[in-house]
Structure formats: C-alpha cells, structure tokens
C-alpha cells in the first residue's frame, strides 16, 4: 500500500466516524495480528502456490462465475441484462463477492493492473444491482416469474431457514474491507455501508428479531465497525448472536441460546464462521459471555473431534459434526470451507488469549485438510476432504455450490496475514515461511526478515532490524508437533519420542529460553543485524489415535514436521493401498523429489501388502517397499487409492481381492457414475447397511424405478447362489433396501429369471442370499425396484 494509499484510509475511516457520530474504537483483541498488507512472502512453498492462486484460480474462478450465471444474476437485477433465468443457489451471489476479496489481497500482494480494472467493473454492476434502500439480493429484485423456493414471498421471510440474504451480506462485507484495505477505494465499500445500514433499521429488538440461517454476517459486520467505527454495526452482529436459539435447530446451532452451547454440533461451516463472530464480539464489546462457550467448544472440537489433516465435520449428513470420536476416513466431509472457518477460529482464539495451541491447530489445518482443497495446478477442487478413497474421490473442475471454490481464491492471499502478532512490545511470530515485514511495536520499528525452507527442513532464520536500537520481546512459536504433541490433548500421541529437541541460538550463540504458552520467549535489547535462528527436529513420525477412534484402531499417520503424509496408489506397488501393512517399528527415510507435485518430500519405508486366498481364511502376505507423499498433494494424477491411516495389524488391513466370478467380471449398471461399479465386487463386509467406510453402489437421487446391475463374465459359468449386501442409511439418509429385486441369466440375446430354490428376502445388516437351480451363462443381471420416497444402494454382490 503507498503512502497515499494509506493515508486515504486513514482519512476515509476519520470522515467515517464522524459522519456516524460514533467516538473512536475503544475494545479489540489485545493481541493483534500484522496486517497481510505488512507481510510480504517469498518462500519456496508458499509463494509458487500464491501465485498459482493469483495468475491461475482467480481468473479461473472469475471466469466460471460467469459461465455459471453469477455475473448474469448481478446484470438482470441492475437491469443491465433482460430475462428472468437465474443461477442454481440463492447463496451464488457470494462466489463473486469472495472473488473479488481475493483478487484484493492478490493486487496488495502483487499489483495487477487489468485485474483490479475489471474488479472496478464487476463493483459498478454489483452497485447497479442494489436497491435504493440498500437492499441487494439477486434472486429476490431479478422478480422471476418462478421464484427460488428458498427465498420466500417477501425480504427476510426464510432467513432462519434458506434464503442465505444474511449470508450474502456477510461476504459481501468482507470484501468491501478487504478491497478498501487493499486499494484505499471506497466504491464496494459504500454499497456494503448502503447494505449494513438497511440491517441497521431493520433487525433488533423490537424490530425483525431473526438470527441468520447460515452464519457469517457477525464476522462481516464486526470488520466493517473496525473500517467505518459505526458502533449500530457491532450492536447489530451481537444482536444477531444473542437472538439464536433455543427454539430452533441444532443444525445451525439455534438448539440452544449461544452462551449456553458447549459442545460442537450441526453444520460444520455455519458452526465455525458462529465461533469466529462470537469471539469478534467478546473482543471488540469487551463482554467476556461468550468466551465460556467458545472455550469449551473448542476443548470439545480438538479433544473428540478434529481429524488429524486439522478437518472437522466428520458426515455428509448435514455437512455436521459427528458424535465424539466418530471420525470415518473414507466417508469423511471435512469441507474446505469448514477447514477455512477453522483457520479463522483458531486464528482469534489465539489472539484472545496468546497460547500457541491455537495456532498449532491453525498450521495442521492449513498444511493439510486446507490445502488439500486445491490442486496444484490451481483449477481443480475438493468439496469435501476424505482421507481414504478407492477411486471413488475426484477433484472436480466447478461444483454447482461453489463455496468451497470461492473460498479458496480469498484465503490464499490472505495467507501473509497469519504469520505475525502483536501486542504492545511483544512481538510475535506464529507461522514459518520466507518473509520480509516491516512492524510498528512500541519501542521501535522493526524489519523482520524470515529465511527457511520450512515446511521440508526444520531451520528458520530471523534476522532482526529495529529502527534503533530497543528492548522488546519476540515470542516465536514452538510448535506442538516438536514438542509430542500433535494437537492439544489425548486425541492423538506419537508412538516414539524425539530424538533431537528444539533449540535456538543468537547471532550464531545457543541460547536457553523460557518458555510462555507455547512460545519461546526472548527479551532483550535488540539492535541491527541481530538474528535468531531456531532448529525443530524434522523427524518422520509416527501418530496415533484415541482407542475410542475406532475407525482408527491398529492404524497410525506418517508426518514430518506440519505435514500429514497419505499412501497414494500411484507411488505404489499394482497401484494399491488399501492392502498395505507397515509394523510400527519401521524405519521411515524422506528425500526431497524436486520433479514430483511440484517438488515435495517423499517418506520411503518397508512394509507388506495382503492378498485374499480362494477358499482359504489365510492372507498371502508379500514384502514391498512403500512410499507416502504429503496429504496435501494427492490426487493430482487422477482417481486413485489413498489412505492417511496405515494398518499395522492385519486385522485393519483390507487385502486385495482373490480372484472371484465376481471380481474377474466386469461391471454395468443403470448408474451413470461408472466410480461406483467397482465397489460391489470389492469383497469388503460393511459392518452394516449403512456402513460408509468403503465404497458402495447407489441409485440416489432416483426414486421409484427400476434399476440393474450387471456382472459380464469372463467366460461361460455355471452359477447356483447370489449374495448381495443392500445399503441403507436410513432414517436420515436418502436410501433404503428396495421393494423388492429379481435375477436374470443370459441365454443367447435374452435374459431369463432363474428359478430359485428358495424365496427372495430383502433385509438390512447382512447378506440376502438367493439359491437358484444351477445356470451356464456369460452374465447375470439384478433388476432392482426402487421404493416410491426413496432410493436404494448396494454394498457387494457375490456370485457363486
């Protein structure tokens, strides 16, 4: 930001307050973080992606908004585009609005002249699409003939429920700060003002008392009072969350008033974006209520149910959490959006109390279940973040609900913007990435400049240049992972100690240091040409779970350092990993492969792969050597196999198939999605019908029809039973056992029922066996009927 710039903000918020009549902010975080316009990256590991984020996902994202409709609900409201056609969600409108706050940090980042030229445009018709009273909602003023159902007749009619107005409005206030800071212009900034203070004059109390349906206004409304100190806006986010619950759903944590609630549960996303507003609020209304709540929250969240990649929302049933300790691999949610809000919550956690646990869970999310998000090459995403697949998982290119999508295009660039703190005189360094910042403490001004190849080795130099010679405090992060502790808590441990431990010198000096919540603490009288370098113990560990993660019993995680590492089919022997075994006392070898995911290290390390036996119970048990690559990275080679949790018992392993009738034949189906064919002839015994552990077959959304599957042999067999194995997952899924199902053989060009020996039975938790007087043929065919309100599936189906 230049002078001018920067002067021109300044004078903005000044005319601002007055022109509200409001006196300056008084409460705040007592810890502040340095502002990304301060910090400027240029690292190895987080630059390339930064720029990728810049030259490719901005512009690809801009560009699918628009193929998609989002620009054309913006042109019909402003009456700029003629007809009433409409784009999929009332919520599509945010994808812009975050576009657009990540195109701001990107141009503070880098200047680009034509982006911020088109961003200019795209506020022009944004503006053209407000109301005159600041209303500005693009399903509700296009007036389509067939409204959106979620909207309702009239503004505000659906807030609680799905109209997202409130959201929207949410968004659109974060990137009207995020563009003001970054440009020093105040075009999307008024028409955020024009917004915020039709809310102003229409919620509170004796006004509309709703809460919003999805949250994320708090947070939107708390930056604007920073920006404009109109302190109707802080009242109004605080009114928001006082006037939740109790008598609305615990799917997006109305169940209960918000001072009331001490456990994490319902919508994931909405449930972070609620714990990041509440504390905003604490911090800037000086009222403790909330922190209570928060406390306890976060304690329940990292206890009982983070996942090791830093994901939460353990079910797509819901987008929710789950109930303690129910942490699935393969069917694992863990939205990109819920890690992002993640971020954000431990982020003001941190700054409301200065313990580096919260930052240690922001870093395990941000190297893992974040970044995961995104494919290398920066067009190509994950809606939910699984830590298992067999083939069945794919980085989609555009997802109709877009959000995770948009999200990731706002957060990259404001990655600079979590690396530093401070308060007063203390001055804190959080995250480890090459950097060069220029910090106003209270001494002096500080040129901090960062150099290390984190997150691949474990030394990070600060060289420390004050103005003029001064005594302050730096307080550097000593990351739990270098301290046994890869969260806070008893929810995951290492299986060995450390070898090397932690240690610092000054201007090439070991030095001893105190530590205070997680930090190294060094006060001293700091002057030019100072530095401090410290040394983590980049080691290849192993983790653990919790025994009441059953999901995870018998199995452990490989990492060095933040980075989670996944076995990916690619890197490994027949493309397979599900089948792998690793004895907890391996020795695990890292080797940087510059020419690999864009140059990562690679943890090689002996094991065993398992295979099932015809008409045995023994496993063939074959030595391999294996290889595993950071979490982050997978999947940018196509649909493969993957798991983050390693069996070290043969009882957690899933061997490879033995070659059956039904595994040698090839697969059809009504079933468009041709991932799914494979998973009934996996010869996995789900634990019951609604088992989501593996992968299964399912006709979902499609109700009352018939359906097939079909095995083609590899040759003429003689058959005589067929086992299948139904999924449900009922009462609130969409899938239930079917009315009712029939066999066919192939004979020439038709299909003949078999005669059964005994009836056909259709039950739930186990195998449906079906004798039949014995048939040759080259192919059976399972027509099944689905149930008039819902849908069927089918885990496995044998053939004998």
């Known amino acids: 930001m230049t ?31 340095v502002a990304f316009t301060k910090v400027h990256v240029h690292d190895h590991f987080w630059q390339p992606k930064m720029e990728v984020n810049a030259n490719v996902t901005i512009p690809y994202v801009i560009a699918q ?3 998609n409709g989002r620009m054309d609900n ?5 009456k700029k585009l003629s007809g009433d056609k409409l784009s999929e969600f009332p919520f599509d ?22 982006l911020e030229a088109y961003i200019d445009t795209l506020i022009s018709i944004i503006g053209a699409a407000q109301e005159p009273d600041g209303y500005l909602f693009t399903f509700r003023t296009v007036n389509a003939k067939k409204p959106h159902e979620w909207i309702g007749s009239k503004r505000w009619e659906k807030e609680e429920i799905l109209s997202h107005e409130l959201y929207n409005a949410g968004h659109l206030y974060e990137a009207a700060v995020a563009h003001y800071q970054a440009t020093g212009k105040k075009t999307l900034l008024d028409i955020a003002i024009k917004n915020a203070d039709l809310l102003v004059t229409t919620f509170g109390p004796g006004k509309i008392e709703e809460y919003p349906g999805h949250q994320i206004v708090e947070i939107g409304l708390s930056k604007m009072y920073r920006v404009t100190l109109n302190k109707k806006y802080l009242e109004l986010a605080k009114f928001f969350l006082d006037v939740r619950g109790p008598k609305g759903d615990a799917y997006n944590q109305a169940h209960k008033k918000v001072v009331d609630q001490h456990e994490a549960v319902g919508h994931a996303v909405r449930a972070a974006y609620m714990y990041t507003g509440m504390a905003d609020i604490a911090a800037l209304t000086g009222d403790t209520k909330y922190l209570a709540a928060i406390d306890d929250i976060w304690s329940d969240v990292v206890q009982k149910k983070l996942y090791i990649t830093g994901g939460i929302g353990a079910t797509g049933n819901g987008e929710a959490f789950g109930e303690a300790y129910q942490l699935p691999n393969m069917s694992a949610y863990a939205e990109t959006c819920a890690a992002i809000g993640n971020v954000y919550w431990n982020e003001r956690m941190f700054l409301l109390h200065g313990d580096s646990k919260y930052i ?28 298992a697949s067999m083939f069945q998982h794919q980085r989609s290119a555009w997802i109709s609900c877009a959000c995770c999508i948009s999200n990731m295009t706002r957060f990259l660039p404001s990655l600079p913007g979590y690396v530093y703190a401070q308060d007063k005189n203390d001055l804190y360094v959080n995250l480890f990435m090459g950097n060069t910042s220029k910090i106003a403490l209270s001494a002096t001004t500080v040129n901090i400049t960062q150099t290390t190849d984190y997150p691949w080795k474990g030394k990070v130099d600060l060289n420390i240049d004050p103005q003029k010679t001064a005594q302050f405090t730096l307080r550097i992060r ?7 502790e890869p969260v806070p808590g008893d929810l995951y441990r290492y299986l060995e100690k450390k070898s090397a431990p932690v240690s610092l010198s000054i201007n090439g000096k070991p030095s001893s240091f105190v530590s205070e919540k997680g930090y190294a603490v060094i006060k001293r009288t700091w002057k030019k040409g100072d530095v401090v370098s410290l040394n983590l113990p980049m080691e290849t560990d192993k983790i653990v779970s919790n025994q009441n993660v059953r999901d995870d019993v018998g199995r452990f995680v490989l990492e060095r350092g933040p980075i989670v590492y996944c076995l990916e089919g690619p890197d490994n022997k027949d493309s397979l990993v599900q089948n792998i075994m690793i004895d907890k006392n391996a020795i695990g070898t890292a080797q940087y492969q510059t020419n690999l995911l864009n140059g990562v290290d690679v943890i090689s390390i002996p094991g065993q792969s398992a295979k099932r036996q015809l008409n045995s119970d023994s496993l063939l048990i074959t030595d391999q050597a294996v290889k595993a690559i950071p979490y982050y990275a997978w999947a940018n080679r196509g649909p493969s196999e993957m798991t983050v949790w390693i069996p070290y018992e043969a009882s957690a392993a899933r061997p490879k198939p ?8 090839k697969v059809s189906s009504s079933v468009k999605n041709k991932r799914m064919f494979s998973a009934i002839k996996d010869q996995y015994e789900p634990a019951d019908s609604k088992d989501k552990n593996y992968p299964y077959l399912h006709w979902w959304p499609a109700k009352n029809s018939s359906e097939y599957i079909q095995y083609d042999f590899n040759s003429a067999q003689t058959v005589s039973e067929s086992k299948v194995y139904w999924y449900d997952d009922g009462p609130w899924g969409g899938c239930r056992i079917p009315v009712s199902y029939k066999l066919l053989y192939k004979k020439g060009d038709q299909w003949l029922p078999v005669k059964n020996t005994i009836p056909y039975h259709i039950g739930k938790d186990k195998f449906n066996t079906l004798s039949f007087e014995p048939v040759t043929t080259t192919a059976l065919r399972m027509e099944i009927q689905l149930p008039a309100d819902n849908s069927s599936g089918v885990h496995e189906w044998a053939v004998k």
């Open 74 to 78: 913006f042109l019909r409201a402003g």
């Open 360 to 387: 240690d869970v922001l870093e395990r999310t941000l190297y893992n279940g974040l970044l995961s998000g995104v494919s290398l090459s920066g067009d190509r995403f994950f809606y939910p973040n699984p830590l």
């Open 65 to 67: 908004c628009k193929a």
């Open 658 to 665: 033995a070659a059956t009738i039904a595994s040698t034949s």
């Open 93 to 114: 409108d945010t994808d812009v609005y975050k576009a657009i706050e990540g195109a701001s940090y990107s141009i503070q980042n880098k200047k680009n002249p034509k």
């Open 3 to 33: 002078k001018n710039t920067k002067n021109w903000a300044l004078t903005s918020a000044i005319l601002l307050a007055c022109t509200t009549g409001v006196s300056a902010q008084q409460n705040d975080y007592p810890i502040q973080p």
């Open 478 to 484: 000593i990351p739990g992972w270098a301290n046994q």
